[in-house]
């Protein structure tokens, strides 16, 4: 005997799919759905497939986009003397929060990671790369990678590579989070935060 | 300027209404959704319609399916003497799961909850009382709504309409789990255990 109707079975499987939905969580999910008026369920698929078929990767910066080149990349108010390179498209959203950083973005997709098989190429520096020596406007790129072994060593990697072509990298600040601790900092972040001081006054 | 295309944007927030999904849970389902081959996100979505459209209310037991009378209520391998009274199709699939239980079922979707204004006629009880008029062959119903306050309640309340009309009707078991440990039991439940104490051997 069928524990569900096939429909709800195939529902719970394609919902436990997700990243951090075990079958648990799929299946309360799918009850839920069940028990939605039809036009909200509706509103959900057709979002999944409308974002899915309009977003595309800009040619330029690499980010999510529904237009080409993408709403940053096309804005003249933006400083294009300037790249700030990060991981994936959460953190371009992350510091354009912050209403601060007026300079274009590139998107890598990933970080190096040779132990799970991740190497230059499996990311989008080359795309980086081809839109520096094309562009000469840009006078800095600021390496936004995650501070995780990974993002050190893509941050490190892209510095050594764009070091001899005479443009200034720089990577942004780490140390102890603004409202943060000193009691509850980790070892790392605290050493990175001393070797970080700066005079002031 | 917009953090995200429109699409992205809708995506978030639809996903955003599923119970247990917060905004950057949603966030992080939908950037995954985007990085996922076109024809995967198509079977959720699909998934998703399909399991809405085709599943309805079981006319007899009030479970989910897709047909009607459901799939055990239509079995001619189950025991129509007994009904066993479930809060919602999740409890369902876990008796069955079991494999013991030969019974059928009859679902609430719910439980009494004067706290949340759900009273008797909000949830299927009605259904089942009609159930229990119209079929002789019934002898015994067992609650088995949650050891909650809510699904006690809901029980107490159905033992009371019950007894009069004559049907057996009884509680599932309460105490210390299997596998479980004295020590970490809470008093409720050990009280519960101690109660529902037989001899053995």
Chains 1, 2 share one sequence.
Do not use: W
């Not at 524990?3 to 969580?25: C, D, M, V």
């Not at 039809?38 to 899915?52: N, S, T």
């Not at 986009?65 to 990060?86: F, G, H, K, L, N």
């Amino acid at each position: 005997m069928a524990r569900y109707a096939p429909s709800i079975g195939r529902l719970i499987t394609e919902l436990a799919k997700l990243p951090g939905i075990g079958g648990k969580s799929a299946q309360r999910l799918a009850f839920h759905l069940l028990g939605q008026p039809e036009e909200q369920v509706a509103a959900l698929a057709e979002a999944i497939l409308d974002a899915r078929k309009t977003i595309r990767l800009c040619s330029v910066c690499c980010n999510l986009t529904d237009q080409d080149p993408c709403e940053i990349c096309a804005s003249p108010a933006r400083d294009r003397t300037m790249i700030c390179v990060v991981e994936n498209p959460r953190d371009v959203a992350s510091m354009e929060r912050m209403h601060e950083y007026k300079g274009l973005y590139h998107v890598l997709h990933g970080a190096i990671s040779p132990m799970q098989g991740v190497g230059p190429d499996q990311i989008r520096l080359r795309e980086l790369l081809a839109r520096l020596r094309q562009d000469d406007a840009v006078h800095e790129v600021i390496l936004a990678t995650n501070p995780t072994v990974e993002g050190e060593a893509t941050a490190l990697y892209l510095a050594r590579l764009l070091k001899p072509a005479g443009i200034l990298t720089t990577r942004i600040a780490h140390g102890i989070p603004m409202g943060g601790d000193l009691e509850y900092a980790d070892d790392v972040t605290l050493a990175r935060a001393m070797e970080g001081r700066r005079e002031i006054g």
